[in-house]
T-cell receptor, first 113, second 111 residues
Framework: NAGVTQTPKFRVLKTGQSMTLLCAQDMNHEYMYWYRQDPGMGLRLIHYSVGEGTTAKGEVPDGYNVSRLKKQNFLLGLESAAPSQTSVYFC????????????FGPGTRLTVT | EDKVVQSPLSLVVHEGDTVTLNCSYEVTNFRSLLWYKQEKKAPTFLFMLTSSGIEKKSGRLSSILDKKELSSILNITATQTGDSAIYLCAVEIASGSRLTFGEGTQLTVNP
């Protein structure tokens, strides 16, 4: 049972390049989330999904797109990377029900030069 | 706009001290408040609080929610160097199953 995994762990991009971050969970969770974490700013929600085939915007969605074609996977895309997108990206998932907490992946450190 | 504020933002103590971390919130349609500990990598879950006045406890850590004051505290007694971490508070609203996080408190415990 791997929990939540993220690929890749590290990446360096040049401004204007594109990339996709992959999140996978094996807990059969309905909800999945993408956050970014910058120093002194906690975690900010980028996009989330409440089930397969659904996506919704979070607090800071601009410059990112997501897709949830399969229940266990949630992809985060950067179409044209900018230095402001240098950050650590965390994926999380959650089951349904009142007492479920969010489980986090190990993070992806992205640097855009 | 939903808002979660933590204080202090950073704290340095000596081993054996007791610390209290604060979290206050302004959200519509509150559902629960969660505390996470973040060391080098991913946040790990500590507590989920939904009812006012009921203390949750795990070893030297405890937490309580005050819905009247829209706040929560996290206490750590007899701190150890392994408690050094960022402690994150997050609030869930009833619709959408989203969490709004505070900025975090960076706790450093010196030997």
């Amino acid at each position: 049972n791997a929990g939540v995994t993220q690929t890749p762990k590290f990446r360096v991009l040049k401004t204007g390049q594109s990339m996709t971050l992959l999140c996978a969970q094996d807990m059969n969770h309905e909800y999945m989330y993408w956050y970014r974490q910058d120093p002194g700013m906690g975690l900010r929600l980028i996009h989330y999904s409440v089930g397969e085939g659904t996506t919704a915007k979070g607090e800071v969605p601009d410059g990112y797109n997501v897709s949830r074609l399969k229940k266990q996977n949630f992809l985060l895309g950067l179409e044209s990377a900018a230095p402001s997108q240098t950050s650590v990206y965390f994926c999380a998932s959650r089951g349904t029900g009142r007492t479920y907490e969010q489980y986090f992946g190990p993070g992806t450190r992205l640097t855009v030069t | 706009e939903d808002k979660v504020v933590q204080s202090p933002l950073s704290l340095v103590v000596h081993e054996g001290d007791t610390v209290t971390l604060n979290c206050s919130y302004e959200v519509t349609n509150f559902r629960s408040l969660l505390w996470y500990k973040q060391e080098k990598k991913a946040p790990t879950f500590l507590f989920m609080l939904t009812s006012s006045g009921i203390e949750k406890k795990s070893g030297r850590l405890s937490s309580i929610l005050d819905k009247k004051e829209l706040s929560s505290i996290l206490n750590i007694t007899a701190t150890q160097t392994g408690d050094s971490a960022i402690y994150l508070c997050a609030v869930e609203i009833a619709s959408g199953s989203r969490l709004t996080f505070g900025e975090g408190t960076q706790l450093t415990v010196n030997p």
